[in-house]
């Protein structure tokens, strides 16, 4: 394939209700979307992930976009491309901005499945034909209200619960979920608001038994993890840590985690995520899918690479119905009975709902091979 036009588009979607974590709140969602289209006429879409703040890692939006813009773009367009694969290495001379990275490759991954005329999963090697997902949600204003916001969730069918946890919401409302809820999977997500001098708080999880506890420490430590694992039962799954195949060989060696959370766009695009996935599956390592708060292509992205055999445990794709009032692909993601259908088409399998796209876009530039056109 050989990439001859690259569209930039900056879209805002409202979500239905805020999302609160231990960094801050999200009532909009603002991100990049990426249009590519092949020489062949085939468009293939990806998405950043990059908030509008850089609150959980270092890109935003608008570092992604000088990253595609000055860096990226130039690297792909017009060249040959074989396989996927070879994205990363075009983008090795590239330090970091993995978020910038994986919104390009994401869209040739897309256009490289429709040409082999497999499903994006199919073209990944996934197995699974649907997909066991949980939901993750935010810090709320009580616990009275997290108790019904998690049991409306319970009754959508949902049935591994993630809540968001920081320092004066935690012991307490775990120990209120797991009295309410009492086998339901429960696990707690901290982004890393606590450091190793809160261990004797965390230790005071254990006797909830979480599924796990999420990024409880600093998001470039994995060297307190492995101390603060020694002492935990509940085991520590690595979210903001891990950006790489490398990174997550030295946490598991560390003994710094015992699950992954495998994020495309924080690990670089969906190269390295398998290459990770595979990592653990030798490892014995469980991994799952983590969210972003997506719109439905960064979604079917995620529900693509969640069909690896070693994507064990559910994954925080949920569906299109519990973020957007309108999503932007059709149809939209479907959780029912806590799993979601893989599509069986070629490329991402949804439709792009080009009106929907246009009417949430606030800005857009298109790239060619000739020259930048806005
Ligand atoms: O840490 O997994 C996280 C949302 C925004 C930023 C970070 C995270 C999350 C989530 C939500 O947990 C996952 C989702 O529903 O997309
Ligand atoms: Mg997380």
């Known amino acids: 394939m050989k990439i001859t036009d690259i569209t930039i588009r900056h879209l805002k979607m409202t979500m239905k209700s805020p999302f609160t974590t231990s960094f801050g709140t999200f009532k909009d969602k603002e991100f990049l979307l990426l249009e590519a289209k092949n020489e062949d006429g085939t468009v293939g879409w990806g998405e950043s992930v990059a908030f509008n703040a850089p609150w959980y890692n270092e890109e935003t939006l608008k570092t992604n976009w000088h990253m595609l813009e000055d860096f990226l773009i130039p690297l792909i367009l017009n060249k040959e491309i074989k396989h996927p694969d070879e994205v990363n290495q075009m983008f090795a001379p590239i330090r970091k901005n993995n978020m910038a990275k ?140 891990i950006h790489s195949l490398e990174d997550a060989r030295k946490a598991i060696e560390l003994g710094s985690t015992k699950i992954i959370n495998i994020k495309i766009g924080r690990v670089g695009g969906l190269t390295e995520a398998k290459k990770i996935h595979d990592y653990c599956e030798e490892k014995g390592v469980p991994v799952w899918c983590g969210g972003m708060l997506e719109s439905g292509i960064g979604r079917s992205h995620n529900i693509a690479l969640t069909t690896l055999s070693n994507f064990i445990l559910p994954g925080d794709t949920a569906g299109s119905n519990r973020y957007w009032e309108k999503d932007i692909i059709r149809p939209e993601v479907v959780a029912t009975d806590g799993y979601i259908d893989v599509p069986q088409t070629p490329g991402i399998g949804y439709e792009v709902d080009r009106e929907t796209v246009e009417a949430y876009t606030v800005a857009k530039k298109e790239y060619r091979s000739g020259g930048t056109t806005v």
């Open 102 to 241: 994986s919104t390009i490759e994401g869209a040739i991954w897309d256009i490289y499945a429709q040409q082999t005329n497999q499903s994006l999963a199919q073209a990944l090697g996934g197995t699974k034909d649907k997909i066991e997902v949980g939901i993750s949600i935010g810090i709320q204003n009580s616990i009275d209200e997290l108790l019904r916001v998690v049991d409306g969730f319970l009754k959508e069918g949902y049935k591994r619960i993630k809540v968001k946890i920081k320092p004066g919401w935690d012991v307490d409302v775990i120990r209120s979920l797991r009295e309410h809820f009492p086998n339901v999977p429960i696990m707690a997500d901290a982004n890393s608001a606590y450091r190793l001098k809160d261990i004797d708080l965390l230790k005071q999880l254990d006797e909830f038994d979480l599924l796990m506890i999420e990024q409880p420490l600093a998001s470039d430590d994995i060297i307190d993890h492995a101390q603060l694992q020694k002492e935990l039962k509940t085991p520590i799954c690595l979210d903001e840590s």
